[in-house]
């Protein structure tokens, strides 16, 4: 049986150890662009560290098989 989970997160955000100015300021961006990430470019919103470790952690539980998981997927699996 074959077990392989993909995820394409797009912009990660959440908070980190060490300081990284730029990248703060890009997932306040990030964030307050939300809204204009509609149809296919929902796949490029913001999501939070944790919010994809629980979906990664949810994964092994998917059927044998390769799965790609993307923004809105992801989500939906970290909800599950």
């Known amino acids: 049986m074959l077990f392989r989970s993909i995820f394409r997160p797009s912009f990660l955000v959440g908070d980190r150890v060490d300081a990284r100015p730029v990248e703060r300021v890009g997932g306040a961006v990030a964030k307050a662009l939300e809204f ?11 999501i939070e560290v944790s919010v994809l470790a ?19 997927q992801i989500l939906a699996l970290a909800k599950s």
Not at 54 to 69: D, K, N, S
Request: without cysteine; glycine residues 6%; charged residues 25%.
């Open 36 to 46: 204009a990430f509609v149809g296919k470019l929902k796949k490029y919103s913001a």
């Open 54 to 72: 629980t979906a990664i952690l949810a994964a092994r539980a998917a059927e044998p098989g390769v799965h790609i998981y993307e923004y809105e």
